[in-house]
């Protein structure tokens, strides 16, 4: 068995043996969506149904020590207590149920050698796909700032720490995850929740419907407050 195999056979263990391990959200992974891309389109299996299809580039953080940032990074990128995640997700959402399917690519990325230390992360040394379901019914329905995600990682390939390319996982690794979405807004003279946008203060709703937590400097895009995902591994 050449050493290369055998690096990347470490990297595998470690993520089977990972893929096992729970988290709270804290310690998983937090997502924010760049920007996003959405139509209004006639339900093919439903008549009269109109579904909202989304798709939006995402970029976050997975915590040192969990499935999309193993602790065996370190041998080639010493030093990083997080990892940077990109991916891009698209779903389907009925406006009528506020649920659908939702599906994706993901790399995890570290800064590609050439690059200046404050250059964004780019070069991918794991990567894969991503499917489930969405439950946005508060927010459609309700017009509460919340939703939730469950589905599956598929780790398909992994990167020679040495030479730095992807290779393809002889066993892919799955990984069930869980989310919240937590959607940017501001509040009116009254107190009421509306949309925000770049010019007033915007807020995430936490988890008891009733406490907020500001969005801060880095959880906007171009100056526009983003969605927030959090998300944890275990079933």
């Known amino acids: 068995m050449t050493a290369r195999v055998l690096r990347c056979a470490g990297i595998t263990l470690t993520l089977l043996a990972l893929a096992g391990i729970g988290y709270a959200a804290d310690t998983g992974v937090t997502l924010y969506e760049v920007s996003e891309r959405v139509t209004f389109d006639p339900d093919p ?98 017009h509460i700032p919340l939703g939730s995600i469950a589905g599956t990682f598929t780790i398909a390939q992994v990167a020679d720490p040495a030479t730095g390319i992807l290779i393809d996982l002889p066993q892919p690794v799955v990984l069930p995850f869980k989310g919240t979405f937590r959607m940017p807004f501001t509040r009116d003279a009254r107190g009421r929740w509306q949309r925000s946008d770049r010019s007033n203060a915007a807020f995430y709703l936490a988890d008891d419907l009733r406490s907020v937590q500001p969005v801060r400097s880095f959880e906007r895009s171009t100056g526009f407050p983003v969605v927030r995902l959090e998300l944890s591994f275990g079933p």
């Open 45 to 142: 299996g439903a008549a009269g149904v109109i579904r909202r299809n989304a798709t939006s580039p995402l970029q976050g953080f997975a915590a040192l020590g969990t499935p999309l940032c193993p602790s065996t990074l370190l041998i080639s990128v010493p030093r990083i207590d997080s990892c940077t995640v990109i991916a891009t997700g698209t779903d389907s959402v009925s406006t009528v149920s506020g649920t659908g399917p939702v599906s994706g690519t993901f790399d995890v990325v570290v800064n590609a050698p050439g690059n200046s230390s404050v250059h964004v992360p780019d070069l991918p040394v794991i990567s894969g796909t991503f499917t489930g379901n969405v439950d946005l019914s508060l927010a459609v329905l309700n």
